[in-house]
């Protein structure tokens, strides 16, 4: 991971590349290495869709090593979605490949003139870009299946649906899990509309010759993972809830906390969540032969994902996450597995951001386009978009564009990106990340939970309402620093709760670039990340107005704790003071 | 006149204990000595390991509402009991019990009143969730839980043939019952309640 490949879409005669050294982004990656090169290359005021942004695709610190759980891949440019800085990420082979072949980024740069498609191919002996207009408007599934037959089965592929190609803004880029379905997606913010605006379906890499990344100091690397690995096997969330229930396992629990938003945030209770749980989805999955436990990417421990299939046994899709049963289940008034599972399936061939669509499809439901409930409609409304139809176009550009065509009052978006599946009304803390994020609502931004032990600002007082700002500020900063990794996400529980874990994860860093790592140079990334991605925001016209939520979380109680959104304003433009 | 409670008691292989799983998290009803704290309940009446309640039950939902302290929190007749083994995400740590995360709640915690909660005999809801329904799941239906008799009805009908094969029949008020006669639900009379306790083999 040492050069950095940028390839210029636009330039005169055809697309360019050059390499250069990491220069100035030396040691850095995933989430720090896209946003700092937005922050300084892109200029905050271009059109997401232009040929001024730029589209990072950026492996994090540790992938390609032997280390576990390693395997994302950050996308960043700025978001078509929200105008705003945008980090996506996402697990599948990518990152682990394409760090392999030796890249510690890839850009995409300029925007090519006339309407020819392109694939590029990054292996050893470099990178090449060709037209290949017979991929035009193919959906991810069909798309990897043609690409296979040329490039085989021992490389990853990055593509974009037909949603991408129609430059959608709910648009994804989807990775290949290990046995090379299209199915892990940089879900958020539109990152697949910028790659269809510099005309790229198609990613091939292949490390065919290249050896895993080595670590500088390998028998401590190789210590520090194996007790890395010994906490997140010992430790009941990563142990054992998440490889048996996925992050579905949420489902009841939210329910039962009156947080689990039902009918486009009309209520926080839903009566049918007990048919979408995790418990009901994984004795579903198992039954019917596929598999509650299943890694996006090889080296992945943890294991929150499955295989979900139909009621004869055939492949459907992956394990749906939380936010996709919530997004497309209890959001829609849906309490069927399988309709979800199909519209996840659509969602990941036609490439499309799962939370995005689930949130449309309830605006559009609440604009009297359908029941609430009605299955069928939510698939006839998917199939509009992946048709490309003008009614599709507008639901595939998202829940707040959808809502303003429909003259839907209560549309739940912060800087134009819809909420994921927790109410901040009953659950306040998590109101303030989305209100504040640099990303537009987005849960993940404040998900790296380990920062009692990061220490970030010092204690917090958990009885301390206050203390809300503040545990979101730290928890953003950890967040920020985690994406930076590769690591998954999910690794947070146990190296919050066991220090010899973190320690461990400390280690690895540390171990792999030689240097001595402490959890203060963990914050200090952090809010590096954060202060760039801040900074272009700043400079592409966000003001501290921006960083609230609809104005009907604080006007309209929710049941059954009938609660508003109270963080005063005041307090939230406390967030970023460090 | 109020229908008689019945007395179900079936035989199963431990196998089907997630044919129960939509029961135990939609949640059951369960007599109780209620008035009483959490810690109490759990652990005296329900002879749940109080180490086991420490680390394992890691969030506890009482109304709808996350407690932290099962020593202070009092149960009323009509409660609502949500238990639940450790959780992913941010939401995850937030409800976990005495989490440094507690703040993110908001006004959501429970925190303990003083209406009156009288010593009595009453019913309790409980809902359990995720790890649990395995680990505590089989401990409340050997103890006993109440149901609908219209419920118990659409469970028997809703379980397909593997359910009533190895299933090695039962009792119903100290009477023996085959499967057979089971599963066509007549010996349950629509209306009524049922308590239904299961032994797994
Ligand atoms: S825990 Fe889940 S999301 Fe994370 S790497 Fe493993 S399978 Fe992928």
Known sequence: ?578 | MEAPLIHLTLTLPSSLIGEFFPILQQGFLVTAHVGCTLQRLLCRQWGIAPDYVATRITTIFLDSKATDNVETAIVRDGATIALSGAMPGLVGATMRRGGHLAAMRGAMTHQETAADATDRIGTVRVKLFNLLLTELGPVFLKRGILMGCSDVISFFRERDETFWESCDGGNINGTPVGAGLLRTTQPLCVGGSVRLTVNFR
């Open chain 1, 1 to 578: 991971m040492d050069r950095i490949a940028r390839i210029d879409m636009g330039a005169a005669g055809g697309p360019k590349v050059t390499f250069e050294e990491v220069g100035e982004y030396a040691g850095l990656g995933g989430r720090a290495l896209t946003s700092l090169v937005i922050a300084t290359e892109v200029h905050p005021l271009c059109h997401p869709l232009g040929a001024e942004n730029k589209l990072i695709f950026a492996p994090g610190m540790l992938s390609g090593t032997t280390g576990s759980m390693t395997g994302r891949l950050s996308v960043g440019c700025k978001s078509p979605l929200t105008g705003t800085i945008k980090e996506s990420n996402a697990g599948g082979q990518a990152a682990q490949v394409l760090a392999r072949i030796g890249y510690a980024a890839v850009i995409l740069e300029g925007k090519p003139a006339g309407d020819d498609l392109y694939k590029i191919i990054i292996n050893k002996d470099g990178i090449t870009v060709e037209v290949d207009n017979s991929l035009q408007l193919m959906d991810n599934y069909p798309l990897v299946e043609k690409l296979r037959k040329e490039y085989g089965d021992k490389v990853a592929y990055i593509t974009i649906g037909s949603a991408g190609e129609r430059q959608l803004l709910a648009a994804s880029i989807a990775c290949t899990d290990p046995e090379l379905r299209p199915t892990r997606h940089c879900g958020r913010g539109g990152v697949g509309a910028v790659m269809g605006a510099k005309r790229v379906k198609a990613i091939i890499l292949d490390d065919a010759g290249m050896k895993m990344r080595p670590a500088k100091e390998p028998e401590k690397f190789r210590d520090a993972n194996r007790k890395f690995v010994e906490g997140l096997r010992k430790h009941p969330v990563t142990g054992e809830g998440l490889p048996a229930y996925g992050t579905n396992v949420l489902t009841n629990v939210l329910n039962e906390a009156g947080g689990y938003p039902t009918r486009n945030f009309k209520g926080g209770v839903f009566e049918g969540s007990a048919k979408l749980s995790g418990e009901a989805q994984a004795e579903l999955e198992v039954k019917r032969g596929g598999t509650a436990t299943h890694g996006c990417h090889r080296g992945c421990v943890i294991q929150c994902s499955g295989i979900f299939n139909d009621k004869d046994g055939n492949y459907v899709t992956k394990q749906p996450e939380y936010e996709t049963v919530w997004s497309h289940g209890g959001h829609c008034g849906i309490d069927d597995l399988d309709t979800v599972a199909k519209l996840d399936y659509m969602d990941d061939n036609f490439g499309l951001d799962t939370i995005e669509m689930g949130v449309t499809i309830g605006v559009a439901m609440d604009a009297g386009l359908a029941e609430f409930g009605d299955r069928e409609a939510a698939i006839r409304l998917m199939e509009e978009v992946g048709k490309g139809t003008p009614l599709g176009r507008v639901l595939g550009c998202g829940a707040e564009i959808t809502g303003k065509v429909f003259g839907v009052e209560k549309v739940p978006v912060v800087k134009g990106q819809a909420l994921p599946a927790y109410d901040p009304r009953p659950i306040q803390g998590i109101g303030v990340t989305y209100a504040t994020t640099t990303q537009g609502a987005d849960h993940t931004a404040g998900y790296a939970i380990a920062t009692n032990i990061l220490k970030v600002g010092g204690d917090v007082d958990p009885l301390k309402t206050e203390g809300q700002v503040e545990l979101s500020r730290n928890l953003q900063i950890a967040t920020a620093a985690i994406d930076s990794t590769g690591m998954c996400l999910f690794i947070a529980f146990a190296i919050m709760d066991q220090p010899e874990t973190f320690q461990a994860l400390l280690d690895m860093l540390g171990a792999f670039y030689g240097i001595t790592m402490t959890g203060d140079d963990v914050v200090a990334l952090g809010k590096k990340v954060l202060s760039a991605e801040r900074d272009f925001n700043k400079r592409a016209g966000f003001t501290k107005e921006h960083d609230r939520l609809p104005r009907f979380f604080y006007t309209d109680p929710i049941a059954p704790h009938n609660q508003t959104f109270s963080v005063p304003d005041e307090e939230l433009d406390q967030l970023f003071n460090w």
